[in-house]
C-alpha cells in the first residue's frame, strides 16, 4: 500500500544531481541514435540560416497552439532600429525592431479539435480575416496587396520547403491522423472571405462574411512552435561574442526543442528531403523528443511511477508522447489526481467503499487541470481560501456530505504532490536540454559526477571564462507555474557546472515574449535566405 510520504518520494527520487547527470548523458545518446535512424524524430525543417536582422516588412501571423490560437500582424523595422552610441557597441531596442498589432487570441474549442478538419481550418480562416479585416478598417495595410502569411504550427509536420508543410498526426487531443497539406487547407479556410461569389450555408452565417472581399493572402513561412521560438529571439537579440541563442524550448499543453544540426548527424533519408541541403553547415532541426523512444532513458533509469503508466495507458494515443505526458501542462494536473485519489482511496478501511467517498467530479479524468494547479493550489497559502475553493470544485455526494473534508492534512498532501511534480517537470526538462546541448556539441558532459556543485562558483562569473548559451523558451506551464522556470534553471545550473568540460559555458533561459507569432513573422520576412 503506498503511502503519503512513498508516493512524494516515488515522485520525487530522481530530484538529485547524480541521477539527472546520467538521465542527461543517457538522453544524449538516446537523441544521437534517433536522429541517425529514426524518421520520426529529428524532424529536418528548411530553416537552413538565421536571421541577419536586416529583415524588414509587415506581414500577418498566427500561431495554431495546443489550446489557442494567435493571430496579428508583425511588422520588422530591420537596420533602421540599430542605434550606434559612438562607442562601437550596438544596442537594440527590440521594441522598436519588431511592432505588432492587431493581435487576437481565441481558445481552440474541444468541438474543434475533434471535428472534421475542413472545420477547424475554415474557423481558423474566419479568425484570420476578423484581423485582416480591423487591420483595413485601421488603415494600416493597403487592401490592393497580396497578404503574406507566416504560420506557426504546433504539431509534428514534414517540410521540403518552407512554404509548404504535411501535417502529420497531431496529438494533444485533436482527431486529425491524416497527412494534409497544411498551406492547403489555411487558404480553404480563409477563400470565403475573398470571393466575390462565395456563399455561406446556414450554420455559417455567426461568422459569415459581412463586407467587401479581403485580399487574397499567400503563405510565406510555415514553421514549428520551437523553431519560431528561437528564430524569434534570434532575431531580437544582439548575438555577442560570448553569447549566443543554441536553442529552442516550448514547455506549455505540450513540450519540444529545437537545435541547430550539422546534416551528416540525420538519418540518411532526412538528409535528401531539403535541396541543398549538403551544402549548409547546419538545419534547424525540430526534434520532436517526447514520441514514443524519447522515454528510454526514463525507463532505464525507472523513473516514471504507476501513475505514469496509467496516465499513459488511459491517454487518448497510449504510447505516443511519455516524455510528455511526464513533464506538460496538458498532464501535470492528471498526475498529481492520480497519486491523490490512489491515496484516498487506500486511506480508510476498504470495507467502507471509501472510493466512493472521494467527491465525484475528482474521479473523473483530467479534471484536476494544471491551471487549477498553478493559479490556485500552487498561489493560495491561506488553508481557509484553498478549501473554499477546492470545496466549490469537487462537489462531495450529498449522502458523504460529512465524509470527505478538505482537512489541513489532505491540503498539505495536494499541495506537496502538486510541488513534486512541478519539480520533477522542471527537472526531467533541465536533464533533457542539457542533454540535447551535448547531443550537437554545445557541451560536452561527464557521465557521473560525485559532487553538488555549487552553481555560484566565481569562477564562473567572469565574462572572459564564460561562454553562454541561451535557451529561447515560451509556454504556460514554464512561463507561468509558480518555481517552474527558476526549479529549471537552477537544475540546469547545476548539471552544467558539474559536467561541462572546460572552457567553463553557463546554459541560461531567456523568454522569447509571444515568440510563436514573432518567429512567423520573422521567417516570412528571411525570403531567399531560406532555402
Not at 425 to 448: P, T
Not at 522 to 528: F, Q, T, Y
Amino acid at each position: 500500500m503506498v503511502t503519503y510520504q512513498g508516493a512524494l518520494n516515488e515522485l520525487t527520487s530522481c530530484l538529485n544531481t547524480n541521477t539527472l547527470l546520467d538521465l542527461a548523458h543517457r538522453f544524449s545518446e538516446t537523441y544521437k541514435n534517433l536522429a541517425k535512424t529514426s524518421t520520426e524524430h529529428f524532424l529536418i525543417t528548411p530553416v537552413t540560416a538565421l536571421p541577419t536582422g536586416k529583415e524588414h516588412g509587415k506581414f500577418l501571423a498566427i500561431d495554431v497552439g495546443g489550446s489557442n490560437l494567435r493571430v496579428g500582424f508583425v511588422e520588422l523595422a530591420g537596420e533602421s532600429a540599430i542605434v550606434d552610441h559612438g562607442n562601437h557597441d550596438t544596442e537594440i531596442d527590440v521594441s522598436s525592431r519588431i511592432k505588432r498589432s492587431h493581435d487576437k487570441s481565441w481558445p481552440i474549442g474541444e468541438h474543434l479539435k475533434m471535428d472534421q478538419p475542413e472545420d477547424l481550418f475554415k474557423w481558423i480562416g474566419d479568425c484570420m480575416a476578423e484581423v485582416i479585416r480591423e487591420a483595413i478598417g485601421n488603415a494600416s495595410i493597403p487592401t490592393d496587396r497580396e497578404i503574406l502569411l507566416g504560420v506557426t504550427f504546433s504539431f509534428p509536420m514534414a517540410q521540403s520547403k518552407l512554404s509548404e508543410a504535411t501535417v502529420l498526426p497531431m496529438g494533444k487531443g485533436f482527431a486529425v491522423t491524416t497527412d494534409l497539406d497544411l498551406g492547403e487547407m489555411l487558404l480553404a479556410g480563409y477563400a470565403r472571405h475573398c470571393s466575390t461569389t462565395a456563399t455561406e450555408s446556414a450554420a455559417d452565417t455567426s461568422r459569415a462574411r459581412t463586407s467587401d472581399p479581403l485580399p487574397s493572402i499567400r503563405v510565406t513561412a510555415i514553421t514549428n512552435d520551437t523553431v519560431a521560438t528561437f528564430v524569434s529571439l534570434t532575431y531580437a537579440v544582439k548575438a555577442a561574442p560570448n553569447s549566443r541563442v543554441a536553442m529552442g524550448l516550448i514547455v506549455g499543453t505540450g513540450t519540444n526543442a529545437t537545435v541547430p544540426l550539422r546534416p551528416s548527424y540525420l538519418h540518411p533519408e532526412k538528409q535528401s528531403q531539403v535541396q541543398g541541403l549538403a551544402a549548409t553547415d547546419t538545419v534547424v532541426i525540430n526534434t520532436e523528443w517526447t514520441i514514443r523512444g524519447t522515454d528510454k532513458p526514463l525507463d532505464d533509469l525507472g523513473i516514471k511511477t504507476k501513475w505514469d503508466r496509467i496516465l499513459d495507458k488511459n491517454s487518448d494515443a497510449p504510447g505516443f508522447q511519455p516524455f510528455e505526458y511526464m513533464t506538460s501542462g496538458r498532464y501535470l494536473g492528471e498526475i498529481v489526481r492520480l497519486a491523490f485519489v490512489d491515496l484516498m482511496s487506500a486511506e480508510v478501511d476498504p470495507l467502507s467503499c471509501n472510493v466512493e467517498k472521494i467527491p465525484e467530479d475528482l474521479q473523473h479524468k483530467y479534471s484536476l487541470p494544471t491551471r487549477f494547479l498553478s493559479e490556485v493550489v500552487a498561489r493560495l497559502d491561506n488553508d481557509i481560501h484553498l478549501t473554499n475553493r477546492l470545496q466549490s470544485r469537487y462537489q462531495p455526494y450529498e449522502i458523504d456530505i460529512d465524509n470527505f473534508d478538505w482537512t489541513p492534512k489532505r491540503l498539505r498532501l495536494l499541495r506537496n504532490l502538486a510541488r513534486a511534480v512541478q519539480q520533477r517537470s522542471s527537472a526531467l526538462i533541465a536533464a533533457a536540454s542539457v542533454g540535447l546541448l551535448d547531443c550537437v556539441g554545445d557541451i560536452s558532459l561527464r557521465k557521473q559526477s560525485t559532487v553538488e556543485p555549487d552553481p555560484n562558483d566565481e569562477k564562473l562569473d567572469k565574462p572572459a571564462d564564460v561562454e553562454e548559451l541561451v535557451i529561447a523558451y515560451t509556454g504556460s506551464t514554464i512561463s507561468q507555474y509558480p518555481h517552474w522556470l527558476d526549479d529549471c534553471q537552477a537544475c540546469i545550473d547545476k548539471l552544467v557546472a558539474a559536467s561541462a568540460t572546460h572552457p567553463k559555458k553557463r546554459v541560461i533561459l531567456k523568454e522569447a515574449l509571444d515568440g510563436g507569432i514573432i518567429g512567423a513573422g520573422v521567417l516570412a520576412g528571411m525570403g531567399s535566405m531560406i532555402l
